[in-house]
């Protein structure tokens, strides 16, 4: 399964340029300065993309697949309001107020969105994920484990970004396992609890191994120890268990590996859970993902990231949100996307456990973060960090953050989270960008 989302086309001296002007000018007057003429200065000519469904071939399994195109046109809008006249065939894809939505089945396999601004401007960003998933089953021995797990995973993919903002060894996932040890509370993976305490207590992990037969075949934590000076595995594991063992956990890793160029690198590694104790209890081969293995449906709300009123930002983004990624797990949400305007040369925390970062230290720095809120306009509209108070113990957005941005300040996005059954409705809540200090600077609303 792959998801493929492109806006926009620029080089990275156009965005450099970008980020000079903009603290002269408003951030929709850096994307759309052609003046519309005629007397009316806040139109504008803009350059958009009318999405037309090109083709709905059945797929071998029986099932339809959606490629959609773009054609260019020009017309006059208000800068306010860039509206996109979209024909969505299969999927579902609307524009309201700088927002757009869609709602595909994971068998429509090809989805490319294109918008275009007329202004040189303008950026050109691919988005992509490349799909794996794993199945694993009891392992042998000890108390006789009865646990089992399903998980989906993906690579995500970056195309038009700098080197410097885009990690290309990123890992993430979304599963749950049934038959663990009931009623843990983790300390690790963003609980606040005192169990799992041992060395890969209650841990979800990729091994460098490619069989499960015994410990030696499934081989340790995958990660490159050339490249990471820490073990990105050692607190990424599953948060709880409910009364009657059931765990869910959703979690992006950076592995030191180039999985962004070759995702091939992730295939037939080995996904192992643990107990509480630390010991290994279930195992099983990550597969690439095919059609009838997708899970059943992905959702993905997506939104503009605009300079937030009166506090001096003026940068963008755009913030792609997926939830449905894994079918037993409703309230596990991954987001994808990039920003500019942010503060240049940052090195976050999560960069190779660097908790000694003398950057984005504070209190949400370099945040990525959903919000309660139905608005932008203030921090009241904003709301909190948006999560089920009642089953979850932390709050899981503490520790989403962009992991560096390059010397004109962009930045990708990327993160999992598990946010609780009373927290999975994500439509019209707020994603917000924050600087170093913790400031919220940018802010969309999910359609």
């Not at 579902?92 to 969105?113: K, T, V, W």
Request: aromatic share 6%.
């Amino acid at each position: 399964m792959m998801i493929v989302t492109k806006i926009g086309s620029t080089s990275s001296t156009t965005m450099a340029f970008c980020r000079v002007i903009s603290t002269v000018i408003t951030t929709a007057a850096v994307f759309l300065m052609m003046n519309g003429g005629n007397g009316d200065s806040n139109l504008f000519f803009v350059q958009g993309s009318d999405i037309t469904a090109a083709s709905n071939a059945a797929a071998t399994d029986g099932r339809k697949t959606t490629t959609l195109t773009s054609t260019v046109r020009r017309r006059r809008v208000p800068v306010e309001l860039v509206d996109q006249e979209i024909d969505g065939g299969d999927a579902d894809i609307g524009n309201q107020n700088n927002n757009r939505y869609r709602e595909l089945d994971a068998s429509d396999l090809d989805l490319d969105f294109r918008l275009l601004l007329s202004s040189p401007m303008s950026m050109d960003i691919e988005m992509k994920q490349v799909f794996f998933t794993a199945k694993t089953t009891p392992l042998a021995g000890g108390d006789e484990s009865t646990v089992e797990s399903e998980t989906t995973l993906f690579i995500p993919q970056w195309k038009g970004l700098s080197e410097m903002a885009t990690p290309n060894d990123v890992v993430c996932f979304v599963g749950s396992a049934d038959n663990l040890e009931k009623d843990i509370d983790s300390v690790h993976g963003g609980g606040d609890g005192t169990q799992c305490s041992a060395a890969n207590g209650c841990g979800v992990h990729v091994h460098t191994g490619t069989s499960c037969e015994n410990t030696d075949t499934q081989g340790g934590h995958w990660y490159n120890t050339e490249a990471l000076s820490e073990d990105p595995w050692a607190i990424i594991g599953y948060l709880s268990t409910n009364s009657d063992g059931y765990g869910q956990y959703a979690s992006c890793v950076r592995t030191g590996y180039d999985v962004m160029s070759n995702p091939s690198l992730l295939e037939g590694q080995v996904f192992i859970i643990h107990d509480e104790d630390g010991s290994r209890v279930s195992c099983g081969p990550i597969v690439k993902a095919s059609s009838s293995s997708n899970p059943s449906s992905v959702k993905i709300l997506t939104t503009d990231t605009l300079p937030i009123p009166d506090n001096g930002s003026s940068g963008t983004g755009f913030v792609n949100v997926f939830s449905g990624i894994s079918d037993s797990v409703i309230d596990g949400v991954c987001y994808m996307g990039w920003a500019t305007g942010l503060e240049p040369d940052v090195v976050s925390f999560l960069v190779d456990g660097n908790s000694s970062s003398d950057q984005c230290t504070e209190k949400n720095g370099c945040g990525s973060h959903m919000h309660e809120g139905p608005g932008c306009e203030s921090k009241d509209a904003q709301g909190s960090h948006y999560y089920d108070r009642e089953t979850i113990a932390s709050d899981p957005w503490a520790r989403e953050s962009y992991y560096t941005t390059d010397n004109s300040g962009t930045a990708a996005l990327i993160g999992c989270v598990i946010t609780g059954d009373g927290a999975s409705d994500y439509k019209s809540n707020a994603f917000i960008l924050h600087d170093t200090a913790g400031d919220r600077m940018l802010c969309g609303l999910l359609e």
